[in-house]
């Protein structure tokens, strides 16, 4: 599974952003797609998850109702929606691929390369 995630940039709180992960071989559409972030100095954490098959999600408490994952099977892509960011929200945001549901970053083998997104005050 290759993954390639984009979508990260400069935003002023209060805005949103898109992060899409667009995702390529064999065996990815048995997986679970998750996004994780990781601000400096702290340990990479869980956001969302989806699956392809029926779409059905997953979040974290501290990010439910600002934050949307979805995906687009026809693109093989799955996408991030932000809204009501905060300078909090700072991190370099990831996409993940496991074979299962969860929420613990060390069961999702494949990972995209990370993009930043930068909340300002």
């Known amino acids: 599974v290759q993954l390639q995630a984009s979508g990260g940039g400069l935003v002023q709180a209060g805005g949103s952003l898109r992060l899409s992960c667009a995702a390529s071989g064999r065996t990815f559409r048995s997986s679970v797609m998750g996004w994780f972030r990781q601000a400096p100095g702290k340990e990479r954490g869980f956001l969302a998850a989806i699956n392809w098959s029926a779409g059905s999600t997953i979040y974290t408490d501290s990010v439910k109702g600002r934050f949307t994952i979805s995906r687009d099977n026809a693109e093989n892509t799955v996408y991030l929606h932000m809204n009501s960011l905060k300078p909090e929200d700072t991190a370099v945001y990831y996409c993940?691929?496991?074979?299962?549901?969860?929420?613990?970053?060390?069961?999702?083998?494949?990972w995209g390369q990370g993009t930043l997104v930068t909340v300002s005050s």
């Open positions: 993940a691929a496991a074979g299962y549901w969860s929420r613990d970053s060390r069961d999702y083998a494949y």
